[in-house]
């Protein structure tokens, strides 16, 4: 399907090309020659006016491919997917994973042209998504997660992402050394792995013995997110973003079952652990983020784009559009010598 989109207004045109017309047509009348010649000059006049006319509806063809300045960047969403992500408690009665889905989706809309990858985690982490420039299907993947139940759910453990992290990092740095790697970790950084729970049980146990044994058990939890150190010097830029709430909220699994807290068999209120997510934030070197509204991460996402390399990429997912005007000013061109020399004849 053909696209115009005119230099000048029709009608401005229209008037252009009759004051040109009539102007060439009195120049044929009033030359001296033969008939043949005055026919070839009276034709050579039309042609340049429907040149003028088509030149100037600028006709455009639809491409699916460009060539566009894009940042250099390689994305990386690594996703909490436990079930107390689907708590109600963001930005007013949304849930978590939905502001979750909502920031991601609005970074990739700031940083188009980057390529992305997603890594979803709860007890163990999965990637979803390998390194791809094709972010609809980064979003296909957010959409489709769904929130487990109860009977199935394992807890989070807030170091299980680490080992899949590494590998795609250490990918996207070897195959990519020009781009910068970005991490953009999502969690509302409660622990709930049924190992930390045990381990809890018993620090809880051998600080009734000794309260020296406590200091002991606060520095362990201090070094619990020791694995991040690992990532740092492989990130560029992020940020660890926590969704949730200080107060907390009651939650409800897949199947609608209310949760309960186990040791007080009341309803469970899940609150955000921002302590944990502070640490592992300074583990690999990014800030941490508390996100109450996709607005709050606007400045670290400009500083990003801000700070981006910029490199040339042909695209196939770019709606673009190709000129065709240039094709006819040589046309015209020869169409206005030729008239010329018939009237110097």
Known sequence: MLITNPILPIVVI????????AGLLIGVIRSHGSIWKKILETVITVLICICIYVINLRIMVPSNEATVTVPSLNVLFVVDSTISMWAEDYDGDESRIEGTKEACNSIMDELTGSSFALITFSDKAEVRIPLTPDRQSITDALDYMYEPSMYAAKGSNM?????????????????YEDRETIVFIFSD???????????????????DEDSDEEDEDDDSSKSKYAPYSRLLGKVDGGAVIGVGSEDGTTMTDGDGNDIYDPKTDKLAVSCIGEDSLETIASKIGV????????????????????????????RDDVENKDDTYFYGLPVLLILFVSEILLFRK
């Open 14 to 21: 229209l008037i252009i090309i009759a004051v040109v017309f």
């Open 287 to 314: 800030e941490y983020i508390h996100m109450e509204d996709v607005d709050d991460i606007e400045d670290v996402v400009e500083s990003i784009i801000t700070d981006a390399k910029y490199e040339a990429a042909l």
């Open 159 to 175: 170091n299980s992402p680490v080992d899949e992290m590494d590998r795609i990092l250490q990918h996207m740095k070897a195959e």
């Open 189 to 207: 950084g409660e622990e709930t792995y049924e190992s930390d729970k045990d381990d809890k049980s018993s620090s809880d146990e051998d600080s």
